[in-house]
């Protein structure tokens, strides 16, 4: 009995024979505290049952609280780029409401208003493709997604003098897209979850670089064929400021890891982002050269789209 309790059979037990002698004391008491290792490892089992549950609990809210931080960071941006054009259209409509407004004036007036209200629309239309509406997997076109996060940094990136950039296969792109269809670079899950990664490494570089001055420069960089495992398309997000030695390099992404100020960084940022490049079955990597200064680059790696929705290869790729 002993010995297989020693193995680790914890129903491990002695037939216990009749009679009061020290043999049958002896056996009772082993059944007793075999009973007692049990019941104890059976407690322990479910205390730490119980700990993971409430660490996991309290780490999905820390993570709900960085989400909801990270949005509430860009909302002057945001207020900036809705104010101006309402501004303007105010201005429209009291010159319109004037009497004896000329018919080219009055056309000119409408076409402002017109101008004004689509920058608005815009505008609220890039936040909202950022709301946890949809769960499902789909095609996202990781160019839009791009395209998105830059416009609702763009006023902060503004104010500290920092040049903006989007690149698909090392070709620069337009911030904002035309009417005619462009250049696309699809990738399989849930646009806002990709949206949300790559609004936070563009939050983190802008809060790296806020003292880097002019010269500064971040860019989005898109690929195809990321070169990377697995192998597929990802998302690159660049920028020339401090960068990372290689001691915080290895710790970035640990949950509540931070190099800022108490009080200024939750050390969520970065965690968030391997975790939705993780679920979209990829990774997320970080690199920074050894320089001071050469700055950092965080790439989120994607798998391929599942064969079905893959596009047509372009002529001459």
């Not at 009973?35 to 660490?55: F, H, M």
């Not at 989400?67 to 501004?87: D, Q, S, V």
């Not at 670079?185 to 570089?205: I, K, M, P, T, Y």
Request: a negative charge; aromatic letters at 2%.
């Amino acid at each position: 009995g002993v010995a297989s309790l020693e193995a680790g059979d914890l129903d491990a037990r002695v037939a216990v024979r009749s009679g009061s002698g020290e043999l049958s004391r002896l056996v009772r008491g082993f059944n007793a505290m075999a009973d007692e290792v049990q019941g104890a490892g059976a407690r322990l089992e479910e205390e730490v049952r119980r700990a993971t549950r409430q660490a996991r609990e309290a780490e999905k809210a820390a993570l709900t609280q960085r989400r909801l931080a990270a949005m509430g960071e860009f909302t002057a941006g945001i207020a900036h780029e809705i104010n101006n054009p309402l501004g303007g259209l105010l201005n429209a409509t009291e010159v319109l409401g004037r009497e004896g407004v000329d018919e080219p004036k009055r056309r000119r007036y409408l076409a402002l208003i017109a101008d004004g209200l689509e920058r608005i629309q815009a505008t609220v239309g890039q936040l909202l493709r950022f709301t946890p509406r949809e769960t499902a997997a789909t095609t996202v076109d990781l160019v839009d997604v791009g395209r998105d996060a830059l416009a609702l940094v763009r006023h902060r990136a503004r104010g500290l003098g920092v040049e903006l950039a989007l690149e698909l296969d090392g070709q620069h792109l337009p911030l904002t897209g035309g009417d005619e269809p462009g250049p696309t670079c699809l990738a399989w899950g849930a646009r806002n979850e990709l949206g949300q990664a790559v609004l936070n490494l563009l939050g983190n570089a802008l809060d790296a670089m806020e003292d880097s001055g002019s010269g500064s420069r971040l860019v989005v960089a898109l690929a195809r064929d990321g070169g990377g495992e697995p192998a597929g398309p990802s998302c690159a997000v660049t920028d020339n400021g401090p960068g990372m030695d290689a001691e915080v390099l290895e710790r970035a992404t640990d949950l509540f890891f931070t190099t800022k100020e108490v009080g200024q960084g939750s050390g969520l940022g970065l965690a968030i982002v391997a975790r939705i490049a993780d679920a979209h079955g990829g990774r997320l990597v970080l690199e920074s050269p050894a320089a001071e200064g050469a700055g950092l680059t965080a790439r989120i790696q994607l798998p391929n789209l599942p064969h079905a929705d893959r596009p047509e290869p372009e002529e001459g790729r």
